[in-house]
């Protein structure tokens, strides 16, 4: 039997969280996915999805009362919508909480997603 592949693992934790934090761990990761179209997903330090391209693009973690998705090179990307509510004192990392009842901006979601691979990109050594 072959282990799960990391797309697999996210469907799995997203039908065990089984409330409003799975519900919406699948919108974002449905948004992640159509923002990003060639992205990868990966799971890591035993259980956390996370989305790349180009490099890390964000993770995607739950907790009791949020999904947190924490963009790795946050601190560096414009957020003119002011999405970006967690982790705004660190010098890297920028974090989204989404609380119960939480409506997603599509579009400002879709435009930091963007946002981050294009500085992913940018300092991608090319060949």
């Known amino acids: 039997m072959t282990d799960p592949t990391p797309s697999e693992r996210i469907d799995a934790r997203i ?18 996915l159509q923002a990003i179209p060639d992205a990868v997903e990966e799971w890591k330090w035993r259980g ?5 391209a180009d490099g890390m693009v964000c993770t995607g973690e739950t907790y009791k009362a949020a999904v947190k998705l924490t963009f790795a090179k946050g601190a560096a990307i414009e957020d003119p919508a002011g ?9 890297v990392r920028r974090a989204i909480d989404f609380h119960e009842g939480a409506v997603v901006d599509e579009a400002a979601f879709a435009a930091l997603l963007q946002a981050a691979v294009a500085l992913n990109r940018k300092g991608a050594k090319t060949r």
Do not use: H, M, Q, T
Not at 48 to 52: F, G, I
């Open 15 to 32: 039908a065990e969280l089984g409330d409003w934090r799975g519900e919406l761990l699948a919108k974002l990761r449905a948004l992640i």
């Open 48 to 52: 956390v999805p996370v989305w790349y």
């Open 83 to 91: 999405l970006f509510n967690a982790s705004l004192d660190g010098n």
